[in-house]
């Protein structure tokens, strides 16, 4: 049997793992000297509290060995594929690698860099879950989403500057000019890594609809079997305006709604969005 697994920053909601199977990693997100597993046990809101009143970015932390062995089982016959967040942002590719090693499973532990984060990792999990129900044999799982990998596109827009400032991601000075004159960065995942594209101006509303819009050629011509609407906490309003939008396209199959957890949350803080899919 093959299994799929991913660590917590894949993003995907409880019902979805469910759906397909998917079993979660977690990491770790520290407040000061409290330590907490992301998904179970911490929520974006009380991360956003502690933040705003210490004037910090929490810290976060990959998985230990130890944590991610558990979900392995050295006297079983199963395939594992594992995804982690990019390599170039986290430990946990090389902890996945090590704790395969440690139980001798390098053979059956197939360790997957996303080289992306968010519902970005989990577009590529949740085909390896499609792929692994239907049957295909690991080797031609993995094959397949290495092909696909460079096609994920993954993109947010940021409402506020001053996590990504708080966490050493932006300079005072840009965060300062950026609440002053209501810039709102577009930041996209290009071969492992996040990058500013363009920047937005106006409220929330305008400046989420004018990044979603500037997508539509591409969302056109995308893999039609689903787009993923992420936020980390906007305005019901406002999705409901995305996802209308994307409807009015008559182009996916599937529309799907998830919160970021409290890892990708702690970087990008509330009122980020992003739509993201497969090209």
């Not at 591409?218 to 019901?236: M, N, P, Q, W, Y």
Request: aromatic share 6%; hydrophobic share 40%; net charge negative.
């Amino acid at each position: 049997m093959v299994k799929i697994l991913s660590d917590s920053t894949c993003d995907l909601s409880e019902e979805l793992c469910q759906r397909y199977g998917i079993e979660i990693i977690p990491l770790y997100v520290r407040l000061g000297e409290e330590e907490y597993l992301d998904g179970v046990n911490v929520t974006p809101e009380e991360l956003y509290a502690w933040s705003d009143s210490h004037g910090e970015t929490p810290k976060t932390a990959a998985s230990s060995i130890e944590d991610i062995e558990k979900h392995l089982s050295p006297d079983s016959d199963d395939e594992y594929i594992i995804f982690t967040i990019s390599s170039s942002m986290s430990a946990n590719f090389n902890n996945v690698r090590l704790a395969a090693e440690d139980l001798g499973m390098q053979e059956r532990v197939h360790v997957i860099d996303s080289a992306n984060l968010s519902t970005g990792i989990g577009l590529q999990v949740i085909l390896a879950a499609e792929l692994a129900q239907a049957g295909k044999p690991a080797a031609e799982i993995v094959a397949c989403i290495e092909a696909v990998k460079p096609k994920v596109r993954a993109s947010f827009v940021i409402d506020t500057l001053v996590y990504l400032h708080r966490g050493g991601r932006c300079s005072g000075v840009a965060a300062m000019l950026g609440a002053a004159l209501k810039l709102h960065p577009r930041i996209a995942v290009a071969d492992g890594a996040m990058h500013p594209e363009k920047k937005y101006r106006g409220h929330s509303h305008k400046f989420i609809m004018d990044y979603v819009k500037d997508m539509e050629p591409e969302l056109l011509s995308a893999r039609k079997d689903r787009v993923f609407i992420t936020h980390s906490g906007c305005d019901k309003e406002i999705v409901d305006a995305v996802r209308d939008y994307l409807l009015s396209l008559n182009h996916f199959d599937e529309i799907l709604e998830t919160r970021a957890g409290s890892v990708v949350s702690s970087h990008c803080g509330p009122g980020t969005l992003g739509v993201l899919f497969i090209a």
